[in-house]
């Protein structure tokens, strides 16, 4: 091969070198020296040199030898593929043909398609045109219906107005009826006022008299109430004046916490007792002790006190409307005894 003899040239040209260099240190070393021994011994050194020289060589040469067969096998993998693409390429050429013949058969097609799609355009301009004709001769129709129907309903019209214009003067007519109508029923109902108002005043005045018997006897009840309430031991307040809680009635304020809801109406119950007497004000505040002023948690607990000390609810209520009076004295909210 070509790459081989390069090799062998290469190594020819490194041998040639070495040898003339060796020459010439043998010729120098033989001119030089006087010790015949040492000189036979330096020419064997130089043999043994050479020949370890050439051993190195023909390694060298075994290897690139190595390398040519490498680069053989390359080529011929190359050539390998090589055939691979231009096989590759046969195909691609078979493929051509094959699109080929389907762009022919696509055109075929094309033209049958455009061949069917002039056929139906022409059908469907027959189409179109019969039906604009169609259209024309419907319009021309409903126009002349319209024609008709707009004369009729003219005609309608003036009969439905001479209708409002006799509607009109009937309606002048009860107009004056019901003038009529209402001149008499004020009249009427003039008299019947008159006798009413009559009759209304006997019935205030025997009212008036049977009211008054009535609230006289109402007071005389009610007096007679207090008289019995006032008779009756209170359970939560002691017999002293002005009225305070007793032992009981401390324990029920405490579970209640009849303290701390004074506390929280306080703002409510100075505004509405400006200037007022000591007694005024422990009439509001009883008055004000009551289920509306109460939360449901705040009402359980008094109906649980209640029942566990054995005292009404409106007993509790009172223990809430002592404290709430106390709490306002104490802050000076009125004007003194009257």
Known sequence: MEFAFN????EAIFILAGAGVLVRLIVWY?????DRKTFKEFIAGIGENFDNIEKKFDNIGEKFDDVGKKFDDVGKKF????EKFDSIGGKFEGMGEKFDSIGRKFEKIEQKMDQKIVRIEGKMDRRLVAMEQKFVTIEQKMDQRFVTIEQKMDQRFVAMDQRFVAMDQRFVAMDQKFIAIEEKMDQKFVAIEEKMDGRLVTIEQKMERKFAATEQNFAEIGQEIAYAFNRLPNRVA?????????ELGCRISREVDAAGWAARNLNDARQATPGMSPYRVQRYCFSHAGPKNLSDEEMRKIEDAAYTHGVTVSEVLEVLAIELRD???AQGQVDGPS
């Not at 090799?7 to 290469?10: F, P």
């Not at 033989?30 to 006087?34: D, I, L, P, R």
């Open 30 to 34: 033989a001119n030089t020296s006087t």
């Open 327 to 329: 709490l306002l004295l």
């Open 7 to 10: 090799i062998s040239m290469v």
């Open 79 to 82: 050539d390998n593929v090589g």
């Open 238 to 246: 002691g017999s002293t004046s002005p009225m305070s809680l007793n």
